[in-house]
């Protein structure tokens, strides 16, 4: 093997910065994308522009910055160019293109707000205390008004695993059915089963100016006589009993398995006989790094929540069966990189 000046190998086994100075400047292609969001940029792809100064002029942008934007966007794979004209991926085109049903723009709002951005500006500390360093309970404070940002949002990204969900569960579609959605948000969840079964009423539990998001979209679904807001923390309402399914979506990775448990316990004292709760969450395997998307959700909970994690099938199994279920079941969805565990009362 031959040798660097330095006297150090030469060659494929050699030490390499690559993914130290990657990892670095990560921030940059983050920072690109949220300016083509800004811009409409995919959008006026979309709509046939494709040199830089077509671009520029129906994205009111410098015909050099749209030029140096675009080649950094083809180089992280969301464009493609040919002679100096550029084009969107499919993915892109799906999913980045206003015009598209499935346009998923507007998650930059949640997932890039101050309130989150902040969270990770302090991770060093967050790692020293073992939880969020922006306050004493980060994005679980009472209120906190991040929530409406992310029920907002996020409605994108969730719309298909709603609609996913409801047929994982074998109701049958003629009998009354009774649903309690925590920590709501959007409500998507539940409207989901309002609008595919004609006899299911949805109660749907989360702070006020939440369920307002909620409500609009029951509005618009056309299924607002069949649901219910119940204001308030889901540590602290009295929901009933009697629910055939109450979900949990994207809500228990925020806190330590103690106060998992006290809150699952509820679940089962308000579901009826034959009753399941619906968990949806990112899930990691046991050796927690793997695959990658749900294992690196633990650091979002380290670094904007005192206690949360991304817990294993397993951990949610202890969890569930503590607080009284029977058994768990784990199922996969088409539309997400998370998981769905179904517990039987």
């Given at each position: 093997?031959?040798?660097?000046?330095?006297?150090?190998?030469?060659?494929?086994?050699?030490?390499?910065?690559?993914?130290?100075?990657?990892?670095?400047?990560?921030?940059?292609?983050?920072?690109?994308?949220?300016?083509?969001?800004?811009?409409?940029?995919?959008?006026?792809?979309?709509?046939?522009?494709?040199?830089?100064?077509?671009?520029?002029?129906?994205?009111?942008?410098?015909?050099?910055?749209?030029?140096?934007?675009?080649?950094?966007?083809?180089?992280?794979?969301?464009?493609?160019?040919?002679?100096?004209?550029?084009?969107?991926?499919?993915?892109?085109?799906?999913?980045?293109?206003?015009?598209?049903?499935?346009?998923?723009?507007?998650?930059?709002?949640?997932?890039?707000?101050?309130?989150?951005?902040?969270?990770?500006?302090?991770?060093?500390?967050?790692?020293?205390?073992?939880?969020?360093?922006?306050?004493?309970?980060?994005?679980?404070?009472?209120?906190?008004?991040?929530?409406?940002?992310?029920?907002?949002?996020?409605?994108?990204?969730?719309?298909?695993?709603?609609?996913?969900?409801?047929?994982?569960?074998?109701?049958?579609?003629?009998?009354?059915?009774?649903?309690?959605?925590?920590?709501?948000?959007?409500?998507?969840?539940?409207?989901?089963?309002?609008?595919?079964?004609?006899?299911?009423?949805?109660?749907?539990?989360?702070?006020?100016?939440?369920?307002?998001?909620?409500?609009?979209?029951?509005?618009?679904?056309?299924?607002?006589?069949?649901?219910?807001?119940?204001?308030?923390?889901?540590?602290?309402?009295?929901?009933?009993?009697?629910?055939?399914?109450?979900?949990?979506?994207?809500?228990?990775?925020?806190?330590?398995?103690?106060?998992?448990?006290?809150?699952?316990?509820?679940?089962?004292?308000?579901?009826?006989?034959?009753?399941?709760?619906?968990?949806?969450?990112?899930?990691?395997?046991?050796?927690?790094?793997?695959?990658p998307g749900p294992a690196t959700f633990s650091l979002v909970m380290l670094a904007?929540?005192?206690?949360?994690?991304?817990?294993?099938?397993?951990?949610?199994?202890?969890?569930?069966?503590?607080?009284?279920?029977?058994?768990?079941?784990?199922?996969?969805?088409?539309?997400?990189?998370?998981?769905?565990?179904?517990?039987?009362?």
């Open positions: 093997m031959s040798q660097s000046p330095s006297g150090g190998p030469v060659g494929g086994d050699a030490p390499s910065p690559l993914l130290f100075m990657n990892t670095l400047n990560a921030f940059h292609g983050t920072a690109a994308l949220k300016a083509a969001v800004e811009l409409d940029l995919f959008t006026a792809l979309g709509e046939g522009c494709a040199s830089p100064a077509e671009i520029g002029t129906r994205c009111n942008a410098a015909e050099r910055g749209v030029r140096i934007l675009c080649d950094y966007l083809t180089i992280l794979g969301f464009l493609t160019k040919t002679d100096g004209r550029y084009q969107l991926t499919r993915d892109s085109g799906v999913f980045l293109d206003r015009r598209s049903p499935a346009y998923m723009g507007g998650v930059v709002q949640f997932l890039l707000s101050p309130t989150i951005v902040e969270s990770f500006a302090n991770l060093t500390e967050a790692v020293r205390r073992g939880g969020t360093a922006t306050s004493a309970e980060g994005t679980m404070e009472a209120e906190h008004p991040v929530w409406v940002d992310f029920a907002r949002a996020m409605m994108p990204m969730m719309a298909r695993p709603a609609q996913e969900i409801p047929s994982l569960l074998g109701l049958d579609p003629e009998r009354k059915i009774r649903v309690l959605d925590l920590a709501a948000g959007h409500g998507l969840f539940g409207l989901a089963f309002a609008q595919q079964f004609p006899n299911a009423e949805v109660t749907a539990v989360d702070w006020a100016p939440v369920l307002a998001v909620a409500e609009e979209n029951a509005r618009v679904a056309g299924v607002a006589d069949r649901f219910r807001s119940l204001p308030g923390s889901a540590f602290d309402v009295e929901y009933g009993e009697g629910y055939d399914v109450v979900l949990l979506t994207n809500f228990l990775h925020h806190f330590d398995p103690a106060t998992c448990e006290s809150l699952l316990r509820k679940v089962h004292a308000a579901l009826a006989e034959g009753g399941r709760a619906v968990t949806l969450e990112f899930v990691p395997n046991e050796d927690r790094v793997s695959p904007s929540t005192a206690r949360g994690d991304a817990y294993t099938f397993g951990e949610y199994d202890a969890m569930f069966r503590n607080a009284g279920f029977s058994r768990n079941e784990s199922r996969p969805l088409q539309s997400s990189i998370e998981q769905v565990v179904i517990s039987h009362r």
